[in-house]
């Protein structure tokens, strides 16, 4: 799986759009994009994932570019609620013999403030 | 309603001793894993199971042995806890995954605390 990049943390102000980024630039074309988040004292959280096209549902959307080099997570209006660590990885769908684990680097702790 | 249960959510023992974790999941999947997520924050990855077999051991110690008896519980067995072992444990589930399809999503338990004294 590609290696991804995370700026370690950032701050965002309530109600305002969080815009969290992530390098991949060895991804491969068959490589998907997720994004996961863990909350204080909570197990991860899926929140999207996408391969070329940019993806949005009820949680966030996320804009990849078109070289597939880097994605961006947006939550388009945080709430304190979405303090979090938020993961970036890079993966390709597995036979099911290979097993489906992910590999989770750092991630961006996002701090939310009122 | 609750999709990856684990039991317990604290688990405080003492070196030496022997401990269980369980963990079910109601969603229908197939495939369960444990993770171990370590003072620094790390999450790893420890076992695979797709349908009751194991698919994936990354390095674990034989210390750890999980054990399926079914396809919706994945509990975890613990000889001889020292106290490297004290972390958090997570339990995920996800479909069974094939080439043509990419439903990878994972769903997480609420994890559980151990801390081996």
């Known amino acids: 799986d590609a290696k991804t990049t995370q700026p370690p943390s950032m701050d965002c102000a309530e109600g305002r759009a969080a815009n969290l980024p992530c390098n991949h630039s060895?991804?491969?074309?068959?490589?998907?994009v997720y994004w996961y988040r863990q909350i204080h004292s909570q197990g991860p959280q899926y929140i999207i994932h996408?391969?070329?096209n940019n993806e949005t549902n009820e949680m966030a959307s996320l804009i990849i570019t078109e070289d597939r080099k880097s994605s961006t997570l947006i939550l388009p209006h945080a709430t304190l609620r979405d303090t979090a660590v938020y993961y970036c990885?890079?993966?390709?769908?597995?036979?099911?013999?290979?097993?489906?684990?992910?590999?989770f680097g750092g991630g961006t702790r996002l701090m939310v403030k009122p | 309603d609750t999709a990856v249960s684990q039991t317990p959510k604290y688990l405080v023992t003492q070196m030496g001793n022997d401990k269980s974790i369980k963990c079910e999941q109601n969603?229908?999947?197939?495939?369960m894993y444990w993770y171990k997520q370590d003072s620094k924050k790390f999450l790893k990855i420890m076992f695979s199971?797709?349908?009751?077999?194991?698919?994936i051991n990354e390095t674990v110690p034989n210390r750890f042995s999980p054990k399926s008896p079914d396809k919706a519980h994945l509990n975890l067995h613990i000889n001889s806890l020292e106290l490297g072992d004290s972390a958090v444990y997570f339990c995920?589930?996800?479909?069974?995954?094939?080439?043509?399809?990419?439903?990878?999503?994972?769903?997480f338990g609420p994890g559980t605390r151990l801390t081996v004294l």
């Open positions: 969603l229908g999947h197939d495939t």
């Open positions: 199971y797709n349908n009751k077999e194991l698919i």
């Open positions: 990885i890079v993966r390709a769908p597995r036979n099911f013999n290979a097993g489906n684990m992910l590999t």
């Open positions: 060895t991804i491969s074309g068959n490589e998907y």
């Open positions: 995920a589930s996800s479909l069974r995954m094939g080439l043509a399809k990419n439903t990878d999503t994972q769903y």
């Open positions: 996408g391969l070329k």
